[in-house]
């Protein structure tokens, strides 16, 4: 399984353009990456899921260079709401759909 | 779309009792569910992988005899804590997987399992 290496921690202030980056040196062919939001105590929420180039819902944009060994989680206007933990995910969804997580980015997001 | 509930939202329970945690897919079939678990500041740990109509894979480490999953139908699998002690107390998330071109995981809000 493809590990991912995200930033601990970021801070932001609203109304920024926050990036968070992750690191998959060893994604897989069919690996596809997708980013996930928790809250305290709460499930994690899907967010965004990409293989390559870009991808833009309403929540946010996916950037994946050629190489695929990295991604950009892009939130456009943060609000304090935004606060949360951020995680990166590769899968090998041909092999069982199996996700490890790592330890995830905290966005704290301030006034 | 892609909703999936947990029931209980949250338990609290004497030591040696038996927990059951039901993860449902509510508008969707999933034939693959993962349980998870995660303690305070930490991130999700994979427990185990219950396939529907067959046995749970569970990860190294996680002992299959006091984590009971069953996975009965493709829109619930349980999770049944058996003889829980306050280390097993926890936050625990179950995910299922909808199957598409990217076989995308949909998680539930969280059980959180508190052991006295």
């Known amino acids: 399984l493809a590990k991912t290496t995200q930033p601990i921690s970021m801070d932001s202030y609203e109304g920024q353009e926050v990036n968070i980056t992750c690191s998959h040196n060893n994604i897989a062919t069919n690996d596809y990456i997708t980013w996930y939001q928790q809250f305290p105590s709460q499930g994690p929420r899907f967010i965004i899921q990409g293989y390559k180039t870009k991808v833009t819902n309403e929540v946010a944009s996916l950037f994946i260079p050629a190489d695929r060994k990295s991604s950009t989680l892009s939130l456009p206007r943060v609000s304090l709401s935004d606060t949360a933990v951020y995680y990166c995910l590769v899968g090998i969804y041909n092999q069982g759909g199996k996700l490890i997580f790592g330890q995830g980015t905290e966005l704290s997001v301030k006034p | 779309g892609a909703v999936v509930s947990q029931h209980p939202s949250w338990v609290i329970c004497k030591s040696g009792t038996s927990v059951k945690i039901e993860c449902r897919s509510l508008?969707?079939?999933?034939?693959?569910m993962f349980w998870y678990r995660q303690f305070p500041k930490q991130s999700l740990m994979l427990m185990a992988t219950s396939n529907e109509g067959s046995k749970a894979t569970y990860e190294q480490g996680v002992e299959k005899d006091k984590f009971l999953i069953n996975h009965a139908s493709l829109t619930l699998s349980t999770l049944t804590v058996t003889s829980a002690h306050p280390e097993d107390s926890s936050f625990y998330i179950c995910?299922?997987?909808?199957?598409?071109?990217?076989?995308?995981?949909?998680f539930g809000p969280g059980t959180r399992l508190t052991v006295l």
């Open positions: 508008d969707f079939q999933a034939t693959t």
């Open positions: 995910s299922a997987k909808r199957t598409g071109i990217t076989d995308t995981q949909y």
